[in-house]
């Protein structure tokens, strides 16, 4: 079978990688990919947001599943655009439904969702411009700190979490009626701050059935200790150490399984990645948000635990027999170190040649910011790349990650040299 991937991260070089290692798998293809993606398969440069484009790229190579990497086209309707044109029939789309998309397409409407079926999460209200004396009511019965979401897609850039009640009430109303965020920021949820610590299960689903994957952490801010400013994600762990057997299964438990049957009951049929950003408080699970995608750089921690073919769980995704196919999971810890350019996550500069990658030894690169330019693969990111390491401890992986790291040269290469620091005793 021929496959597309829509999307350009190291999220997406991962699916690529192991999608190749899959015989069912004919020829590959990802839009618009990076260096590494186009080192594994055929790249092709379009806008995913234009689906008449990916539309032609499928119909003109034969492609019968699309992989969709990114949020933004799955909360545009790529996967109903599908659906509704008779020309891709019998195209497989792995990800959700604009309505399923909602999930993260909307913290209103995802919130509401908890509250509903009754997942765990913190308090919350929502609110407008035309609210906003309620909203500032609201935030006046709150402890500090204080968190503001904006209700859409933001980039990223949609959270603010503060610790001063006049700063918070004044960011209320810059969002709401100034739009901060643009439209993505007309509704604001505002909701009570969960303390504990983060981290994030993966669920596969068909809308019947699903695979839990294994879970992760990843590390934000740009600075050591968890200073700084907020980043895409500058490294990741797999598994979660403290995320042991019995918080696990309550995840399932209180979780995963009143959201899929929220899902069912509410006729939405989603078939694709559930991303579930949780809080462990006290040992008990709380939903901080959900997306309708994978991680990065998650992906890089969780895919190379997987031993089973991705492909067959695509297509038990697609067919809605999900629970037909083997899972298995690798019993190693798995860290990435994310490479950046200098001044990420603020103002950087591209087209630095990157040199000893491929030196590797006991690691994986996914690329992430990169491309080709005159025979050269260059910096095309702030996220730059991500080398992957498999060890039987948290400090063995690490090790082999930081040492392949040290590798790899460009100009003002910068990374985080405490990835793990608050998991490594």
Do not use: W
Request: glycine share 10%; charged share 25%.
């Amino acid at each position: 079978m021929n496959i597309l991937i829509l999307g350009a991260g190291g999220r997406e070089h991962a699916f690529a990688l192991k999608l190749s290692e899959s015989i069912k798998v004919q020829q590959l293809f990802v839009a618009p990919g990076n260096a590494g993606t186009a080192a594994i398969a055929t790249n092709i440069n379009i806008d995913i947001s234009d689906f008449e484009a990916v539309k032609n790229i499928v119909l003109e190579h034969a492609i019968k599943m699309v992989v969709v990497g990114p949020e933004g086209p799955l909360v545009a309707g790529i996967h109903d655009y599908f659906l509704a044109d008779v020309a891709l029939k019998g195209v497989s789309v792995i990800g959700p439904k604009k309505d399923g998309a909602l999930l993260e397409g909307s913290k209103d409407f995802s919130k509401q969702f908890m509250q509903k079926h009754g997942v765990p999460t913190a308090r919350y209200q929502s609110f407008t411009k035309e609210s906003l004396q309620d909203g500032i009511a609201f935030l006046e019965t709150l402890e500090a700190p204080y968190v503001l979401k904006a209700d859409g897609l933001a980039g990223g850039k949609g959270v603010l979490i503060l610790n001063d009640l006049a700063e918070a009430k004044t960011e209320l109303e810059e969002m709401v009626s100034h739009e901060k965020f643009g439209k993505a920021s007309t509704t604001v949820v505002i909701e009570e701050f969960l303390k504990g610590i983060e981290l994030s299960v993966f669920v596969l689903t068909d809308g019947k059935s699903y695979k839990i994957l294994p879970s992760a952490k990843d590390y934000k801010r740009i600075g050591e200790g968890d200073l700084g400013l907020n980043t895409g994600g500058m490294g990741a762990i797999s598994p979660v150490p403290f995320a042991d057997s019995v918080f696990l299964s309550k995840v399932e438990e209180l979780v995963v399984k009143p959201t899929i049957s929220g899902l069912q009951k509410e006729g939405i049929d989603f078939r694709g990645f559930l991303f579930i950003g949780l809080m462990n408080h006290n040992g008990n699970p709380s939903v901080v948000e959900y997306n309708v995608r994978m991680g990065d750089p998650e992906t890089e921690v969780v895919l190379p635990r997987i031993t089973s073919d991705l492909f067959e769980l695509f297509e038990g995704v697609a067919h809605q027999n999900l629970h037909e196919k083997s899972f298995e999971v690798v019993d190693k810890i798995a860290t990435t170190i994310m490479l950046v350019a200098g001044g990420y996550p603020g103002a950087y500069e591209k087209n630095k040649e990157i040199t000893g990658f491929e030196n590797m030894n006991d690691a994986i690169v996914y690329h992430a910011g990169t491309s080709i330019f005159e025979g050269k693969v260059v910096t095309n990111g702030g996220r730059v790349m991500a080398i992957t390491a498999l060890g039987d401890t948290i400090e063995e992986a690490l090790e082999k990650s930081y040492r392949n790291v040290n590798k790899i040269h460009f100009d003002q290469m910068n990374y985080r040299k405490d990835i793990g620091f608050d998991l490594v005793c």
